[in-house]
């Protein structure tokens, strides 16, 4: 079952994802060549401790940090060390907060210096795929018509989407139901109802949508060493619509 948040959950999320908008629009300012992502994730530290919220991530199933740095060819959880970033990366900063007990988690990848006419691209098909597939969080579509806006903009415009890693309900725990991948056919799945709240997520990949997992357990990059950009919002469906919660 898709869990429903009351009226008091949502305004707890709502705060919660107000707060890690604000962290994560001063940890992307911070991103820039010569930083290391280490030091990314040493701000992120002194942010939740500001703002008064734990990392979801750091602990999480062992996770070593307070939050994921993925660059280039990493899809998903990049660990931080002591590389430095260059002009031309690309880097996806994915950052989940606890705020009173709630969880909300949102993704942005930012482009270090001038990059590449193509990576300039992935970040915007992927940002829009996003907005594709919040624009279907409403009561009555079905999941997957989520899913299928997500991976139709994605492959119209010549990438792909990946397939081990999906978006996910949020809320009194990091993961609930439902699964969200970020392709499928729409009018399948589950029907959406105002009160669910979800980590809507698109992971994409300039080649091929396959990946592995590095010698570290964690980090998954393309198997093809090509790029790869994530977005993701924490959005809660509502009467009037989808909700983004996670505004940056
Ligand atoms: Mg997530």
Known sequence: ?????????????????KILGIIIKELFEFT???????????LAESLFKKNKVEPA??????????????????????????????????????VGVIYNG????????????????????????TKSSLSEGIKQAKAGNHLYDISSAIQ??????GFSIVREFVGHGIG?????EPEIPNFGNSGQGPVLASGMVLAIEPMVNVGTWKSRILDNNWTAVTKDGLLSAHFEHTVAITENGPEILTNI
Do not use: W
């Open 32 to 42: 820039k060549a010569g930083v290391s992502t280490e030091e990314i994730d040493r």
């Open 102 to 125: 709630y969880f909300s988690d949102a993704a942005v990848t930012k482009g270090i210096g001038k990059i590449s006419p193509q990576a300039q691209k992935l970040l915007e098909v």
């Open 1 to 17: 079952m898709i869990p429903i948040k009351s009226k008091e959950e949502l305004d707890i999320l709502r705060r919660a994802g």
């Open 172 to 176: 009194a725990k990091l993961h609930e």
């Open 57 to 94: 991530f750091k602990g999480y199933k062992g996770f070593p940090a307070s939050i994921c740095t993925s660059t280039n060819a990493e899809i998903v959880h990049g660990i931080p060390g002591s590389r430095e970033l260059k002009e031309g990366d690309i880097i996806g900063l994915d």
């Open 152 to 157: 139709g903009m994605v492959e119209k415009n």
